[in-house]
Antibody
Framework: QLQLQESGPGLVKPSETLSLTCTVS??????????WGWIRQPPGKGLEWIGS???????YYNASLKSRVTMSGDTSKNQFSLKLNSVTAADTALYYC???????????????WGQGALVTVSS | QSALTQPASVSGSPGQSITISCTGT?????????VSWYQQHPGKAPKLMIY???NRPSGVSNRFSGSKSGNTASLTISGLQAEDEADYYC???????????FGTGTKVTVL
């Protein structure tokens, strides 16, 4: 069974960089039919797609965050990561990593999710 | 790119059917058959329930069905059960630079 687990600091200061890692077990991030992505959810609010990437290259970011986001993967560790710089209180959210299944749907849908990591931006 | 519009809440009694709407534009919901629905129980990660407007992933109950007309997609839950009480989010491909947009979310209450 595929499992994803987010990890990283739970508290980040304003203007600094938020860094999260997603560790994948039970499957490989270099599997051909899958992209990997990040979605966030501010407390009590809805979902926001941050971006998705493919292990061998190709990243797609939400335009509203594109200037601040970087996603990458480490196939040797079967992990992928998110970096969001110049954070503000508006970036406080539960951050989910997820598998984007492009075999299921040509556009791809998130069929496996991590449990989420709460990141608070505060001084 | 704004979030897709969903009703804040929908309720129904056990055994009844309810429908949740998801309204977008011709640049997202209306323009592509890439609408999906996610169920989220409190404190849990979202779960994919419907993809490509009306397809169910393996393991999802056939009480859940999806459809689309124009710029509005719908999720229908038939034979409502207590376990269906959750938040539901629609999602769509968007031809704008946003690429993927979620709905505002709907809280389903089983009376």
């Amino acid at each position: 069974q595929l499992q994803l687990q987010e990890s990283g600091p739970g508290l980040v200061k304003p203007s600094e960089t938020l860094s999260l890692t997603c560790t994948v077990s039970g499957g490989s991030i270099s599997s051909g039919s899958y992209y990997w992505g990040w979605i966030r959810q501010p407390p009590g609010k809805g979902l926001e797609w941050i971006g998705s990437f493919y292990y061998s290259g190709g990243t797609y970011y939400n335009a509203s965050l594109k200037s601040r986001v970087t996603m990458s993967g480490d196939t040797s560790k079967n992990q992928f990561s998110l970096k969001l710089n110049s954070v503000t209180a508006a970036d406080t959210a539960l951050y989910y990593c997820a598998r984007l299944n492009v075999a299921l749907s040509g556009y791809g849908e998130f069929d496996y999710w991590g449990q989420g990591a709460l990141v608070t931006v505060s001084s | 790119q704004s979030a897709l519009t969903q009703p804040a809440s929908v309720s129904g009694s056990p055994g009844q059917s309810i429908t949740i709407s998801c309204t977008g534009t011709s640049s997202d919901v209306g323009g592509y058959n890439y609408v999906s629905w996610y169920q989220q129980h409190p404190g849990k990660a979202p779960k994919l329930m419907i993809y490509d407007v009306s397809n169910r992933p393996s393991g999802v109950s056939n009480r859940f069905s999806g459809s689309k007309s124009g710029n509005t997609a719908s999720l229908t839950i038939s034979g409502l059960q207590a376990e269906d009480e959750a938040d539901y989010y629609c999602s769509s491909y968007a031809s704008s630079s946003t690429l993927r947009v979620f709905g505002t979310g709907t809280k389903v209450t089983v009376l």
